[in-house]
Protein backbone atom coordinates (compact mmCIF):
# COMPACT_ATOMS: atom_id res chain seq x y z
CA UNK A 1 0.00 0.00 0.00
CA UNK A 2 0.79 3.63 -0.37
CA UNK A 3 0.69 5.01 2.91
CA UNK A 4 -0.05 3.35 6.54
CA UNK A 5 -3.32 4.86 6.19
CA UNK A 6 -3.93 3.33 3.19
CA UNK A 7 -3.13 -0.15 4.42
CA UNK A 8 -5.54 0.62 7.48
CA UNK A 9 -8.60 1.10 5.36
CA UNK A 10 -7.79 -1.34 3.08
CA UNK A 11 -8.10 -3.75 6.29
CA UNK A 12 -11.26 -1.77 7.62
CA UNK A 13 -12.91 -2.07 3.84
CA UNK A 14 -15.49 -5.02 3.42
CA UNK A 15 -14.07 -6.53 -0.64
CA UNK A 16 -10.63 -6.91 1.37
CA UNK A 17 -11.75 -10.40 3.41
CA UNK A 18 -8.89 -9.41 5.10
CA UNK A 19 -7.94 -7.98 8.60
CA UNK A 20 -5.61 -7.38 11.52
CA UNK A 21 -6.09 -6.48 14.83
CA UNK A 22 -3.57 -3.98 14.77
CA UNK A 23 -2.27 -1.29 12.32
CA UNK A 24 1.24 0.94 12.69
CA UNK A 25 2.75 3.32 10.64
CA UNK A 26 6.39 4.79 10.21
CA UNK A 27 5.52 7.71 12.59
CA UNK A 28 4.58 5.24 15.19
CA UNK A 29 0.91 5.97 15.33
CA UNK A 30 -0.96 2.51 16.05
CA UNK A 31 -4.49 1.76 15.52
CA UNK A 32 -6.28 -1.12 16.92
CA UNK A 33 -8.90 -2.35 14.38
CA UNK A 34 -10.20 -5.74 15.46
CA UNK A 35 -10.72 -6.73 19.66
CA UNK A 36 -7.80 -8.81 20.71
CA UNK A 37 -10.37 -11.40 21.90
CA UNK A 38 -12.21 -11.62 18.22
CA UNK A 39 -10.55 -13.65 14.81
CA UNK A 40 -8.78 -11.22 12.14
CA UNK A 41 -8.04 -12.59 9.03
CA UNK A 42 -4.38 -11.50 8.79
CA UNK A 43 -2.74 -14.89 8.67
CA UNK A 44 -4.49 -16.72 6.01
CA UNK A 45 -3.62 -20.30 4.82
CA UNK A 46 -0.23 -21.72 7.18
CA UNK A 47 0.65 -23.60 9.91
CA UNK A 48 2.68 -22.83 13.14
CA UNK A 49 3.87 -26.57 14.99
CA UNK A 50 0.27 -28.19 15.11
CA UNK A 51 -1.95 -24.55 14.78
CA UNK A 52 -3.33 -24.75 11.54
CA UNK A 53 -6.04 -22.30 11.81
CA UNK A 54 -3.77 -19.42 13.06
CA UNK A 55 -6.30 -16.73 12.70
CA UNK A 56 -7.74 -18.03 15.39
CA UNK A 57 -5.34 -18.58 17.79
CA UNK A 58 -3.63 -15.23 17.24
CA UNK A 59 -2.88 -11.72 17.48
CA UNK A 60 -1.86 -9.69 13.96
CA UNK A 61 -0.16 -6.52 13.87
CA UNK A 62 0.63 -5.61 10.44
CA UNK A 63 4.11 -2.95 9.96
CA UNK A 64 4.15 -0.25 7.53
CA UNK A 65 6.97 -1.35 5.66
CA UNK A 66 7.94 -2.16 1.98
CA UNK A 67 9.96 -4.66 3.24
CA UNK A 68 13.14 -3.12 1.25
CA UNK A 69 13.68 -0.40 3.79
CA UNK A 70 14.89 -0.24 7.51
CA UNK A 71 11.76 -0.01 9.76
CA UNK A 72 11.74 3.35 11.32
CA UNK A 73 12.62 3.48 15.15
CA UNK A 74 9.06 5.12 16.20
CA UNK A 75 7.75 2.45 14.31
CA UNK A 76 9.87 -0.29 16.42
CA UNK A 77 9.04 1.48 19.60
CA UNK A 78 5.53 1.44 19.42
CA UNK A 79 5.62 -2.20 18.45
CA UNK A 80 7.86 -3.06 21.47
CA UNK A 81 5.38 -1.16 23.57
CA UNK A 82 2.34 -2.83 21.99
CA UNK A 83 3.93 -6.24 22.49
CA UNK A 84 4.53 -5.60 26.12
CA UNK A 85 1.13 -5.51 26.66
CA UNK A 86 -0.15 -8.07 24.56
CA UNK A 87 2.41 -10.27 25.89
CA UNK A 88 1.35 -10.07 29.47
CA UNK A 89 -2.50 -9.20 28.92
CA UNK A 90 -2.27 -12.74 27.60
CA UNK A 91 0.38 -14.70 28.93
CA UNK A 92 2.24 -15.05 25.89
CA UNK A 93 5.74 -16.37 25.45
CA UNK A 94 8.25 -15.04 23.44
CA UNK A 95 9.10 -18.43 21.62
CA UNK A 96 5.61 -17.74 20.02
CA UNK A 97 6.07 -14.44 18.86
CA UNK A 98 6.26 -15.24 14.90
CA UNK A 99 6.17 -13.36 11.75
CA UNK A 100 3.90 -14.38 8.96
CA UNK A 101 6.59 -15.75 6.92
CA UNK A 102 7.46 -18.24 9.81
CA UNK A 103 3.79 -19.20 9.51
CA UNK A 104 3.24 -19.44 5.50
CA UNK A 105 6.38 -21.03 3.70
CA UNK A 106 6.71 -19.47 0.87
CA UNK A 107 3.59 -17.38 0.44
CA UNK A 108 4.27 -14.49 2.50
CA UNK A 109 8.00 -13.12 3.42
CA UNK A 110 7.22 -10.55 5.61
CA UNK A 111 8.23 -8.76 7.76
CA UNK A 112 11.35 -9.64 6.16
CA UNK A 113 15.02 -10.01 6.37
CA UNK A 114 15.39 -5.41 7.52
CA UNK A 115 12.85 -6.59 10.28
CA UNK A 116 15.60 -6.27 13.47
CA UNK A 117 14.43 -9.22 15.70
CA UNK A 118 17.46 -9.53 17.46
CA UNK A 119 16.02 -6.06 19.13
CA UNK A 120 13.01 -7.43 20.19
CA UNK A 121 14.36 -10.79 21.18
CA UNK A 122 16.95 -8.76 24.29
CA UNK A 123 13.84 -7.13 25.74
CA UNK A 124 12.31 -10.75 25.99
CA UNK A 125 9.56 -9.53 23.14
CA UNK A 126 11.24 -12.53 20.76
CA UNK A 127 13.91 -15.53 20.52
CA UNK A 128 17.32 -15.08 19.25
CA UNK A 129 19.44 -18.65 18.75
CA UNK A 130 22.75 -19.09 20.01
CA UNK A 131 25.08 -21.89 18.17
CA UNK A 132 24.22 -25.51 19.49
CA UNK A 133 25.85 -28.58 18.05
CA UNK A 134 24.20 -28.63 14.57
CA UNK A 135 21.79 -31.17 13.86
CA UNK A 136 19.38 -32.17 11.33
CA UNK A 137 17.84 -28.86 9.99
CA UNK A 138 14.44 -29.88 9.01
CA UNK A 139 13.82 -31.94 12.00
CA UNK A 140 14.64 -29.57 13.94
CA UNK A 141 12.65 -26.79 12.13
CA UNK A 142 9.71 -28.85 12.55
CA UNK A 143 10.55 -29.28 16.31
CA UNK A 144 11.04 -25.46 16.66
CA UNK A 145 7.22 -24.60 14.95
CA UNK A 146 7.97 -24.44 11.19
CA UNK A 147 5.26 -26.73 9.28
CA UNK A 148 6.76 -27.71 6.16
CA UNK A 149 5.25 -29.53 3.30
CA UNK A 150 7.48 -31.95 0.41
CA UNK A 151 8.98 -29.31 -1.93
CA UNK A 152 9.49 -26.41 0.71
CA UNK A 153 13.24 -26.68 1.85
CA UNK A 154 14.02 -23.92 -0.24
CA UNK A 155 11.01 -21.34 1.65
CA UNK A 156 12.06 -23.19 4.95
CA UNK A 157 15.29 -22.09 4.51
CA UNK A 158 14.69 -18.31 3.10
CA UNK A 159 12.15 -17.64 5.95
CA UNK A 160 14.39 -18.91 8.56
CA UNK A 161 17.68 -16.14 7.02
CA UNK A 162 15.41 -13.63 7.18
CA UNK A 163 14.29 -14.00 10.46
CA UNK A 164 17.81 -15.33 11.77
CA UNK A 165 20.45 -14.99 9.47
CA UNK A 166 19.93 -12.29 7.31
CA UNK A 167 22.20 -11.58 4.35
CA UNK A 168 22.89 -15.50 4.40
CA UNK A 169 23.15 -16.90 1.06
CA UNK A 170 23.68 -20.23 -0.73
CA UNK A 171 22.81 -23.55 0.43
CA UNK A 172 21.88 -24.86 3.88
CA UNK A 173 25.20 -24.80 6.07
CA UNK A 174 26.07 -26.00 9.30
CA UNK A 175 25.99 -22.40 10.85
CA UNK A 176 21.50 -22.49 9.94
CA UNK A 177 21.76 -26.34 11.37
CA UNK A 178 23.57 -25.09 14.32
CA UNK A 179 21.04 -22.11 15.00
CA UNK A 180 18.29 -24.32 14.21
CA UNK A 181 19.01 -26.87 16.52
CA UNK A 182 19.38 -24.45 19.40
CA UNK A 183 15.70 -23.18 18.54
CA UNK A 184 14.52 -26.55 18.72
CA UNK A 185 16.02 -27.52 21.79
CA UNK A 186 14.80 -24.44 23.76
CA UNK A 187 11.78 -23.40 22.27
CA UNK A 188 10.05 -27.26 20.65
CA UNK A 189 6.83 -26.18 19.66
CA UNK A 190 5.09 -28.41 22.23
CA UNK A 191 6.98 -26.59 25.26
CA UNK A 192 4.16 -25.72 27.63
CA UNK A 193 3.28 -22.04 27.90
CA UNK A 194 4.22 -19.98 30.95
CA UNK A 195 2.05 -20.20 33.65
CA UNK A 196 0.80 -16.16 34.81
Given at each position: MTSAEAARDWLCHT???????????????????????????????????????????SIGIELANTGSQPFSEPLMAALEALLQEILKRWAIPPWRVIGH??????????????????????????????????????????????????????????????????GAHGPQDAVDAALMADLAARYPVDRPPLVA
Open positions: DAQVSAHYVIAEDGRCWQLVAEDQRAWHAGAGQWGAVADVNSRSDMALGRKIDPGPRFDWRRLARQGLAVWPAPATAGDFLSDARRFGYALAAGQEDALLAAFRARFRP
